[in-house]
């Protein structure tokens, strides 16, 4: 396999290594690449994924069940095939008086998208600059930003509550959106990736043919990001779909989907298998955004890594 080929696809590292394996009259054969896996390879993938289904399996058999069958098997699950009282724990959650699920789910679609297409872009402007960019105080910025990821999220919450008081933005989704538009996290993935993947006679071809540099990300930096977007825009849609902590701050009236749960509980008594209906559906909406994205992930990722 020559040299060339392994940095178009695994980087100039890749071919570092191969070309001293090569001179050491080990080279890497081209047949590896198209070896099938083995049967250890799939049995610890089988495992690993029994082991991520498994809550929300367990999930869905609680909430088949009554709270006295979900009593009385501590220690194991209630029954392991679901039946018609999973449906009637859903019709019940969504004929509630007391919210709108369909509202708390509008929320947090809207909360979810905005913030992931906000992280995304912000995020790819920011790593393009302390990537490609030559400007004085660059990296000082740079470590200034990732320094922040050492900073618990929780130190800011009481700062953060009066801004948003002052703002008037309190039991709005703006107090979820407007806080989370940008992160230290993308940054720093983004500038990593873009360092490697976006090549610097890009960008000074761009320049050289007039394009401005607003121009030069859009058209360049932006289509070259790409793989690394896509997988940064699904971690940023889960990581805000599921957040709880900062919407039960800030929201009164209104509801995202993690806050439903809560609302499941009674005053004085608690319908565990209702309770356990609504976790799985609110956790039912990301299991289908990762089958329908998983693919589209994939296949982005091993198109972006081939360069040029």
Do not use: C
Not at 88 to 116: K, M, P, R
Not at 241 to 246: C, I, K, M, P
Not at 264 to 288: C, E, N, Q
Request: charged share 10%; no cysteine.
């Amino acid at each position: 396999m020559s040299s060339s080929f392994i940095e178009n696809t695994a980087g100039r590292s890749a071919a570092r290594y191969a070309k001293r394996r090569a001179a050491r009259g080990r080279p890497i054969a081209a047949h590896g690449a198209s070896r099938r896996p083995g049967w250890f390879t799939y049995g610890a993938l089988t495992v690993v994924f029994v082991l991520s289904i498994f809550p929300l399996y367990a999930a869905a058999m609680y909430g088949s069940s009554t709270t006295t069958e979900i009593t009385r098997s501590v220690g194991s699950l209630p029954r392991w095939l679901p039946t018609l009282r999973l449906l009637a724990n859903f019709g019940t959650i969504f004929s509630s008086d007391q919210f709108s699920v369909w509202l708390a789910f509008a929320n947090s679609l809207l909360v979810a998208l905005t913030v992931s297409v906000s992280v995304v872009f912000f995020s790819t402007l920011a790593g393009f600059s302390f990537s490609k960019l030559r400007f004085r105080g660059r990296r000082g910025l740079y470590v200034a930003v990732i320094a922040t990821m050492v900073i618990p999220a929780q130190v800011g919450t009481i700062p953060l509550f009066v801004m948003m008081n002052d703002f008037g933005w309190m039991d709005s989704v703006a107090a979820l959106i407007v806080p989370g538009l940008v992160g230290a996290f993308g940054v720093f993935w983004m500038t990593q990736y873009l360092e490697e993947a976006l090549p610097y006679e890009l960008v000074e071809a761009a320049r050289v043919d007039g394009a401005s540099m607003i121009r030069t990300f859009w058209s360049i930096a932006l289509p070259a990001a790409r793989p690394a977007a896509a997988t940064l825009a699904l971690f940023t849609f889960i990581g805000s779909w599921n957040s709880f902590f900062w919407p039960s701050v800030v929201l009164r009236s209104q509801l995202t989907m993690p806050l439903v749960v809560p609302q499941l509980k009674g005053v004085y008594t608690s319908d565990t298998g209702l309770v356990m209906a609504g976790v799985f559906l609110v956790a039912s909406p990301l299991l289908i955004v990762l089958i329908a994205a998983g693919k589209q992930l994939v296949s982005g990722v091993m198109a972006g890594a081939v360069k040029g």
